[in-house]
C-alpha cells in the first residue's frame, strides 16, 4: 500500500458532547473552540471528510461529556482537507461549564477522494460541499474502518473565557490506497496546540 494524502486538521471536527450541551451557571461558562487545518495533499483535487459528533470529557463532579455544536449548527459538518493546506478553518464552538477537561473524542463519519475537475470556489468547511466541476473527473468513496478518534490532551476551560484547539489531520498516516485498487481511511488527528485567552 503506499500513502496518499497528508491531511491536517482541528477534526474541529464538529463535537458532539455527552449528556448536556450549555453549562447551568452562565457565570461559570467558559468557550471552546475547536479549529482545524491540513498540510499539503497534491495527488487529488479534493478531499471531502464529514464528521459526526466532537466530544469534550469534563473531569469534574459527573464527569460528563459535553457537546461542542458544529458551525452553523448543522448536525454534521464536512470539510475539503485540501483548502485546508495552511489556514483554518472553525469545526465547532460552544459554551460550556469551566472547569478542568481531559479529552476530545472526534468522529469522522464517511470521506470521498475526487481526481481531476476543477476546484470550487466556495469555502474550506461547511454542512455540505459541492464536488469539483467540469468533465473528466473520478471519485471514490474511502473505507473507513473506525472513525472513532480519541485526542487524550488535559486541558482548562476558565470562565468567562475562550480556550481555542488547534487540530491537525495528518492525511499521510490517514489515507492509503489498497490492493484492490480502492482507497481506505484511518483517521489519524493530532492536537497542535491549545491556546486560552480572554
Not at 32 to 47: C, K, N, Y
Request: aromatic share 6%.
Amino acid at each position: 500500500m503506499r500513502t496518499l494524502a497528508t491531511l491536517t486538521v482541528a477534526l474541529g471536527l464538529g463535537i458532539t458532547i455527552g449528556c448536556s450541551g450549555s453549562p447551568t451557571d452562565p457565570s461559570r461558562s467558559g468557550n471552546l473552540r475547536v479549529m482545524i487545518t491540513d498540510t499539503p495533499f497534491e495527488e487529488a483535487t479534493a478531499l471531502h471528510v464529514t464528521f459526526t459528533e466532537v466530544k469534550a470529557h469534563r473531569d469534574e463532579g459527573t464527569q460528563e461529556w459535553l457537546t461542542v455544536p458544529f458551525a452553523g449548527g448543522s448536525t454534521t459538518r464536512t470539510c475539503n482537507l485540501k483548502k485546508l493546506e495552511g489556514p483554518f478553518d472553525l469545526l465547532g464552538v460552544a459554551s460550556l461549564d469551566a472547569g478542568q477537561y481531559t479529552q476530545l473524542r472526534l468522529v469522522v463519519d464517511s470521506a470521498r477522494i475526487y481526481f481531476g475537475g476543477t476546484p470550487t470556489t466556495e469555502a474550506a468547511c461547511g454542512p455540505t460541499l459541492a464536488a469539483p466541476g467540469g468533465s473528466g473527473g473520478t471519485s471514490q468513496a474511502l473505507d473507513i474502518p473506525s472513525g472513532e478518534v480519541k485526542l487524550i490532551q488535559p486541558f482548562t476551560l476558565a470562565s468567562n473565557g475562550t480556550t481555542t484547539i488547534e487540530l491537525d489531520f495528518d492525511g499521510n498516516q490517514s489515507v492509503r490506497q489498497t490492493g484492490n485498487g480502492r482507497y481506505m481511511m484511518s483517521p489519524v488527528i493530532k492536537i497542535l496546540s491549545v491556546k486560552t485567552g480572554s
